[in-house]
Each structure stands twice: as C-alpha cells, then as structure tokens.
C-alpha cells in the first residue's frame, strides 16, 4: 500500500470515530433520566367558601342603674356577678328628709281639706240665705238691695271654696310628688340580668344620674365583626351560615348571620356585621361558685368567626399544588394510564378552598392522575418517575 492510500484509510477511520463519538453525546443528552414527581387522582368533592373574621361579643342590652336624686347611699343589696330579677331592689338612698318633705306635704293636704270644708259650710249657708231673701223678695218684704247682697255673699262663698279646692290640689300634687321623691330612694333594677360593675359602696354620695351599678343581659349575646364592601353582597341575613369559637370555651357556636349594617365606614370600606347567640350557662359545679358569672359568654370576650360565603357540592377538584400558570393560562400536567411521560392540560378554574381549588372546564379530568410535586422541573412530554410522597408528608390536599 503506498503512503497516500494508507493516508486516505487513516483519515477516512478517523472521520468514522469521530462521527459516532458525537451520536453517542447527542444520545446521551437525549436519554436524560426521568424526573422524580408526586401525582394525586383528581376527584370530587364539596368546596367551600369561608370568610374568617375578629369578633367581639357583646350582651344582648347593658344598662346603668342610676339615682334621679342626690343623696347618700344607705345601703347596696347586691354584689359584682349577681343574678338580679327586674323590679329587684338594688340599693336605698338616705330617707329622712324626704319624708319629711312627706309629713309636711300631708299636713298641708289635710289643712287644705279642712279649708274646703268650711268653705262647703259657708257656701250652703249663703245659698239657703239668698234663697229666703229672694223669697222675701218677691212677697214684697224685702228690698232689692238686701235681695243683691245675699246674692253677692253666695257668689263669694262659691268663689272661697274654689279657691280652697285649688289649694287642696296643690297640697295634693305636693304630696303626691314628695312620695315619688321618697320612692325614688329606692333603686331598681330595670331589666334581668348580672351585675358586672358596682360604681358607688355603701356611704358614697350619689348625684342625679349618676351610675350605681351595671346590669347585663346575657341570656342571648351579639358577636360583632367588621366584612369589606367586596364581600358584602355574598351575605344574607338569615342564610348565611356562621361557626364562632371563643378561646376557652370547648363547644363552638353555629348560628347564621342577623344583620347587616346599612353604612359602610369610609375609613375602613367595611360594614358591621351581627349575629345574635343564645348563651350557654355553665356547667353546675361551675355556675356554683361564689362570684361566678353563670353565663359562658362574657361581654368583651374576642371571637373568631367563620362565615360560609360560598358552597359547591360535587364537583371536581384538583390540589392548588398541582396548578401552573404560563403567563396566559393555568394548566397542569397529567399522567398518563400508560407512558411516563406527561401531558400538558389547559384547566379552567372557579372556586378555592384551603388547599383545593375547583375545576370549571375540562370535567374529563376526574379519575386521572396530576403531578402535584416536581411539576416545576418538567414540561410538556417530559419522562417521569412517579414516587411516592414521604412518610407524614403532603398526603392530604384538601380540609
């Protein structure tokens, strides 16, 4: 073989080793190894809605026991936490001046009464008089001026009764008011209810109006919280369903929304919301207590509130884990029955719940499997290895 043969076969050996050096690279980078992911099966299920809110309770009416009168207080019949009945007396102010102001008033109805007395006496005196003088009159035996002054007596006679009667009314009207000032030296309670504050002990000096005690009704309660305007039209009073926990008491409250506050605060764009509650009493050994309030619900106490804003019964949900978005949709990638190798799917979605959300458009998409895990890392015909999640992981994907 001469020198250029045997350098053409030595050239044409090496094009050779090279050419399948670089199918063997792109091989390799063909074959990359599948990506490790978790899949859930999407199914059906019932999503909800909630809105969670700060709530405040509050009683059902709050009232301050006040005094009309000045006065020092004589005595208080009733301590913080207890139970008071309506009409209950609470406490007594100081009495004696008046009733003396009573005494004296009821001395002065009864001089009044015995004016109008002998104004009666006078009166049907002076009435049988001009009744003989008119006689006499008209026999001839008296003159017209005796006939004019026995008429003039009578007149006057009338006029000192009324003048009695007006002041027996006033006397009267005395005493009636000197007895609705001694009465008001006792205070009582307005409604049923617990005292939840004594302002004034015993010997204090209490003013017109000024509170004595606190009486609340907390047989029924209202829980307050505060909604924005965007969520506003999903309420209905009546209908929407609300769950209230309060820190400390074991069993939460089921109740629905009562009202809605007409106005919005313009500070805050939020309207208050009420939901009225009918409280528990605690248990016997508890409500036995000396000084125990009986009521499980206290006024002040915060809540939590849950509002049901929306429900969907049925429908087909996939895990928020397992949605993507391009910039323009949300999709998700599905495996296969047969294959390794994942499928993108356009997915259109409505409502969210917790870690759920709800599949509008396609409905074909219950039964299958969608990688939840790892979908970052893979696109459209990607190989995968489906593994399983770890032991008290993320098993669980909605409530």
């Known amino acids: 073989m001469t020198a250029r043969a045997r350098s053409l076969l030595l050239s044409g050996l090496a094009l050779l080793a090279a050419g399948c050096g670089r199918e063997t690279v792109k091989n390799k980078k063909r074959e990359r190894p599948p990506v490790p992911v978790t899949v859930r099966v999407v199914s059906r299920s019932t999503l909800k809605r909630e809105l969670i809110l700060a709530g405040t309770v509050r009683p059902r009416s709050r009232v301050n026991l006040c005094s009309k009168l000045a006065g020092r207080i004589e005595e208080m019949t009733v301590e913080i936490c207890d139970r008071v009945e309506k009409g209950q007396v609470v406490a007594r102010l100081d009495r004696r001046t008046l009733e003396a102001q009573v005494n004296q008033a009821r001395a002065a109805v009864g001089v009044a009464g015995a004016d109008v007395k002998?104004?009666?006496?006078?009166?049907?005196?002076?009435?049988?008089?001009?009744?003989?003088?008119?006689?006499?009159?008209?026999?001839?035996?008296?003159?017209?001026?005796?006939?004019?002054?026995?008429?003039?007596?009578?007149?006057?006679?009338?006029?000192?009764?009324?003048?009695?009667?007006?002041?027996?009314?006033?006397?009267?009207?005395?005493?009636?008011?000197?007895?609705?000032?001694?009465?008001?030296?006792?205070?009582?309670?307005?409604?049923?209810?617990?005292?939840?504050?004594?302002?004034?002990?015993?010997?204090?000096?209490?003013?017109?109006?000024?509170?004595?005690?606190?009486?609340?009704?907390?047989?029924?309660?209202?829980?307050?919280?505060?909604?924005?305007?965007?969520?506003?039209?999903?309420?209905?009073?009546?209908?929407?369903?609300?769950?209230?926990?309060?820190?400390?008491?074991?069993?939460?409250?089921?109740?629905?929304?009562?009202?809605?506050?007409?106005?919005?605060?313009?500070?805050?764009?939020?309207?208050?919301?009420?939901?009225d509650l009918a409280n528990r009493r605690h248990p016997a050994a508890a409500g036995a207590r000396a000084g125990a309030s009986p009521w499980?619900?206290?006024?002040?106490?915060?809540?939590?509130?849950?509002?049901?804003?929306?429900?969907?019964?049925?429908?087909?949900?996939?895990?928020?884990?397992?949605?993507?978005?391009?910039?323009?949709?949300?999709?998700v990638f599905v495996v296969p029955a047969v294959g390794e190798r994942v499928q993108r799917a356009d997915v259109k979605l409505g409502l969210h719940s917790g870690t759920l959300v709800e599949i509008v458009e396609p409905k074909d998409l219950v039964g299958k499997r969608v990688v939840v895990k790892g979908a970052t890392r893979i696109s459209d015909g990607s190989m995968i290895e489906v593994v399983a999640p770890p032991a008290g992981g993320s098993g669980k994907t909605g409530k």
């Open 296 to 331: 499980v619900l206290s006024a002040g106490m915060h809540a939590r509130v849950k509002l049901e804003l929306e429900s969907r019964d049925n429908v087909p949900v996939l895990p928020r884990d397992a949605v993507r978005n391009d910039g323009r949709k949300d999709f």
């Open 118 to 275: 002998r104004a009666s006496v006078a009166l049907a005196d002076a009435g049988r008089e001009h009744k003989r003088v008119e006689s006499l009159f008209k026999e001839g035996a008296a003159n017209e001026q005796s006939r004019d002054k026995a008429r003039t007596a009578r007149e006057a006679a009338a006029a000192v009764l009324e003048l009695a009667r007006n002041q027996r009314t006033r006397a009267q009207a005395a005493l009636a008011a000197a007895r609705a000032g001694l009465d008001e030296t006792v205070i009582r309670a307005t409604i049923g209810g617990t005292v939840s504050r004594r302002h004034l002990d015993q010997g204090d000096f209490a003013g017109p109006g000024q509170p004595l005690l606190t009486v609340l009704d907390l047989s029924s309660v209202k829980v307050t919280g505060a909604v924005t305007q965007g969520d506003l039209p999903l309420l209905q009073p009546g209908r929407t369903r609300v769950r209230i926990q309060v820190q400390g008491v074991a069993r939460p409250f089921d109740a629905t929304v009562t009202r809605i506050e007409p106005s919005v605060d313009p500070a805050t764009l939020t309207a208050r919301v009420e939901i």
